[in-house]
């Protein structure tokens, strides 16, 4: 089984700093893993996924994430944020080979002017 | 890129009456489909998977007599939530998968808001 954590449940940042929402995962096989979007009372976007390759992952607007193998973890990174980019966070994984996504609980972003 | 809508957007109906929320892809064909809830302030929960033609696939401890599903065509699932009571109110949201190129992703619809009084 697999299972995701998102260890910071509120993270408050001002405008124009840089932000890091963490998330860390377990699995006992290999995996793909996604970030996505949640804007209040909407469904999902994807902001970006790792399937292979490149350890480090661009997404939309600004953001990217990189995959640590060794830490099992794919942390999310924005070097600016703005106000539009207050909304919830969620980090998933799924097994290779498998359509069921594990989702992790999720992280608050608030950017404060 | 891939949309999924899901109708209605909210819904508010009295106890014990039944509701159903569709969900579709609308620009491409989607062999599987997945239901998932969401409680305030927590995540998604996957609840079922539905499979165009066959009988869906339920999670464990998700009641599959309360939610039907239905996957009639490569475009269409339902979720039929059965004589609703207060505690089946959340946040429902629907994705699809492609069978093409991305098909690790899913789209997600903009999701069904159910309150049952």
């Known amino acids: 089984a697999q299972s995701v954590t998102q260890l910071d449940s509120q993270v408050p940042v001002f405008e124009e700093a840089p932000v890091e929402l963490r998330c860390n995962y377990s699995s006992s096989v290999s995996v793909y893993l996604f970030w996505y979007v949640q804007y209040p009372n909407q469904g999902l976007q994807l902001l970006l996924k790792?399937?292979?390759?490149?350890?480090l992952v661009k997404g939309i607007n600004g953001f990217e994430a990189e995959f640590n193998k060794s830490q099992t973890s794919f942390h999310l990174r924005k070097p600016s944020v703005h106000i539009s980019d207050t909304a919830e966070y969620f980090c998933a994984v799924t097994p290779k080979g498998y359509q069921k996504v594990t989702f992790g609980t999720g992280t608050k972003l608030q950017v404060i002017p | 890129g891939a949309v999924v809508s899901q109708h209605p957007s909210r819904v508010i109906c009295k106890s014990g009456t039944s509701v159903k929320i569709e969900c579709r892809s609308l620009?491409?064909?989607?062999?599987?489909m997945f239901w998932y809830r969401q409680f305030p302030k927590q995540s998604l929960m996957l609840m079922a998977t539905?499979?165009?033609?066959?009988?869906?696939?339920?999670e464990q401890g998700v009641e599959k007599d309360k939610f039907l599903i239905n996957h009639a065509s490569l475009t269409l699932s339902t979720l039929t939530v059965t004589s609703a009571h207060p505690e089946d109110s959340s946040f429902y949201i629907c994705s699809a998968m492609t069978g093409g190129i991305g098909r690790d992703e899913q789209f997600f619809g903009p999701g069904t808001r159910l309150t049952v009084l």
């Open positions: 539905s499979n165009e033609g066959s009988k869906a696939t339920y």
């Open positions: 790792y399937l292979s390759g490149s350890t």
């Open positions: 620009d491409f064909q989607a062999t599987t």
